[in-house]
T-cell receptor, first 113, second 118 residues
Framework: EDKVVQSPLSLVVHEGDTVTLNCSYEVTNFRSLLWYKQEKKAPTFLFMLTSSGIEKKSGRLSSILDKKELFSILNITATQTGDSAVYLCAVEADMDSNYQLIWGAGTKLIIKP | DAMVIQNPRYQVTQFGKPVTLSCSQTLNHNVMYWYQQKSSQAPKLLFHYYDKDFNNEADTPDNFQSRRPNTSFCFLDIRSPGLGDAAMYLC?????????????????FGPGTRLTVT
């Protein structure tokens, strides 16, 4: 059965800390892995990863995919209170001529001042 | 099991012929979202309902409308589908978010409806 597992489920750190969020997957016919951030509103897109070993960066956020070990990490450096959110990981998979989007449960990140 | 259900799973419509996609949830969640996902792209949020409050994304075309008659159901209406509207449409729900609370809830997604426009 295809699945996406995120860890930890929740995380509380202090402002300025660096955090690493994990996403592992077991998916048939992998296409891409996506990261989203959900604050007190609809989620916003962060990264799409398709190639192994290529880091994507956006400011203090970065992400990398390991297709051999079937996982991705999302790093946030010098965290700020505005980084508090749920971070969602999803994996696209091909199922015959169709594809599925399989979502993880999310990591709830709380940054304390 | 509580879940998010989308019907139909596959929909074929003709150019310009209105189509309605449906989403239902047994989770009793406050928020329901509609996403559009085209091939090789990340899902794009179209709009969401927080209870009865409708929130449209700025770049969602007028051709897309939504209805939420009750907590459990949400519909996506495409008034005049074009070839460019062929995509996977994903529905999601969440418990939403509250005032000053820092507690934010994750989303639960349905399996999607694949729309083909001929």
């Amino acid at each position: 059965e295809d699945k996406v597992v995120q860890s930890p489920l929740s995380l509380v750190v202090h402002e300025g800390d660096t955090v690493t969020l994990n996403c592992s997957y077991e998916v048939t016919n992998f296409r891409s892995l996506l990261w989203y951030k959900q604050e007190k509103k609809a989620p916003t897109f962060l990264f799409m990863l398709t190639s192994s070993g290529i880091e994507k960066k956006s400011g203090r956020l970065s992400s990398i995919l390991d297709k051999k070990e079937l996982f991705s990490i999302l790093n946030i450096t010098a965290t700020q209170t505005g980084d508090s959110a749920v971070y969602l990981c999803a994996v696209e998979a091909d199922m015959d001529s169709n594809y599925q989007l399989i979502w993880g449960a999310g990591t709830k990140l709380i940054i304390k001042p | 099991d509580a879940m998010v259900i989308q019907n139909p799973r596959y929909q074929v419509t003709q150019f310009g012929k209105p189509v309605t996609l449906s989403c239902s949830q047994t989770l009793n969640h406050n928020v329901m979202y509609w996403y559009q996902q085209k091939s090789s792209q990340a899902p794009k949020l179209l709009f969401h309902y927080y209870d009865k409050d409708f929130n449209n994304e700025a770049d969602t075309p007028d051709n897309f409308q939504s209805r939420r008659p009750n907590t459990s159901f949400c519909f996506l209406d495409i008034r005049s589908p074009g070839l460019g509207d062929a995509a996977m449409y994903l529905c999601a729900t969440s418990r939403g978010w509250g005032g000053s609370s820092s507690f934010i809830y994750e989303q639960y997604f349905g399996p999607g409806t694949r729309l083909t426009v001929t």
